[in-house]
């Protein structure tokens, strides 16, 4: 973090940062010229003109059709110029990377824990490369939070029922503050935690260290997800090729589903989630309801969710194409 004590703004640590605050300070800078501009030209005025003060009040002028196109345009100039800086930088944040590292952050009341793609996991602590973009793929266990990193300022709502994601590049090693910057109970202010920026070398050997701290080398998050699958049985219903008892999952992510109802889906991690806890809201053509909600909903959490669907996204994935005739699906 910073040496002074006494600091305007958050380090500078990700490819965000100077932009963020360079339309901040812009934003910032036009609000106190204008208002001084506004204010001053005020009192100058109620100086000339107050009562008792002489003055030439003949011939009063009713309107300036120069300044007033000079007040009306130039600040909608200014204003349209900030919506397009802001909007390029909004969609450049929202535009995930194709090739970034990834973990996993399950927000509770209150604490954050992380799922490395290796198996490795964390609480309150997000270990990550320097130079390379990080994925962030977020849920909720209980309410609404929001994961926030002042020194890269990045934030976004980390929300229960579906998945939300985020991303950054780091630049340089340190230690960054984690906030949850939505207030989300008694504890919200205690919701906090730290990322550790390390060398691409120091990464690595971080991640050698920390599987080695297990006397098993820990499952990634796929080989978990798979135990997982044959633990429930989930393959009774769900083998490599479609059969009567449910079609298989195989090459699922990113196939468009076709429901009993007529609608159309294209498969990815919000429908893989909701087909396991709530298998019954949208039933793929050609099959009914008969795989058990009870035995999912109540008995797996967000973290062995997760572990599933890392399982599933494993056995390959389609690219939706609309002349790609509509595969069977999940359920």
Not at 12 to 40: E, R
Not at 173 to 196: A, D, R, W
């Amino acid at each position: 973090m910073g040496n002074s004590w006494l600091t305007f703004q958050p380090e500078k640590a990700s490819s965000f940062a100077g932009q963020v605050d360079a339309l901040f300070y812009v934003i910032t800078a036009l609000t106190i010229f204008f208002t001084a501009a506004v204010g001053i030209t005020i009192l100058i005025l109620v100086n000339k003109y107050k009562r008792g003060k002489k003055a030439d009040r003949s011939n009063p002028v009713h309107d300036h059709q120069l300044i007033e196109a000079i007040w009306t345009f130039t600040p909608l100039v200014m204003a349209l110029a900030i919506f397009v800086w802001s909007t390029n930088m909004y969609i450049h944040m929202r535009t995930m990377p194709k090739h970034s590292y990834e973990a996993y952050v399950i927000g509770k009341q209150w604490m954050w824990h992380i799922q490395h793609p290796n198996g490795i996991r964390e609480n309150n602590e997000l270990t990550v490369p320097a130079g390379q973009p990080v994925k962030l793929t977020m849920i909720s266990q209980d309410v609404i939070h929001a994961f926030y990193v002042p020194a890269f300022r990045s934030q976004y709502h980390v929300v229960p029922g579906r998945y939300t994601s985020m991303w950054f590049t780091p630049t340089k090693p340190g230690s960054y503050h984690i906030f949850c910057n939505m207030l989300c109970g008694t504890q919200h202010s205690e919701m906090v935690g730290k990322v550790n920026v390390l060398s691409p070398k120091d990464f690595a050997a971080w991640l050698d260290k920390s599987g080695n701290r297990f006397t098993e080398t820990p499952k990634t998050l796929a080989q978990a997800g798979e135990q997982l699958f044959n633990d429930m049985r989930c393959g009774t219903c769900h083998g490599v090729e479609n059969t009567e008892r449910g079609p298989s999952l195989h090459n699922l992510l990113g196939s468009t589903r076709v429901f009993t109802n007529g609608a159309t889906q294209v498969a990815d991690e919000d429908y893989l989630r909701e087909s396991m806890i709530d298998p019954f809201a949208r039933i793929t053509k050609g099959y009914s309801n008969t795989m058990p909600v009870y035995v999912y909903k109540k008995q797996i959490n967000e973290e062995q969710i997760r572990n599933i669907i890392e399982y599933i996204k494993s056995l390959g994935t389609t690219k939706p194409a609309s002349s790609q005739p509509a595969p069977a699906g999940l359920r």
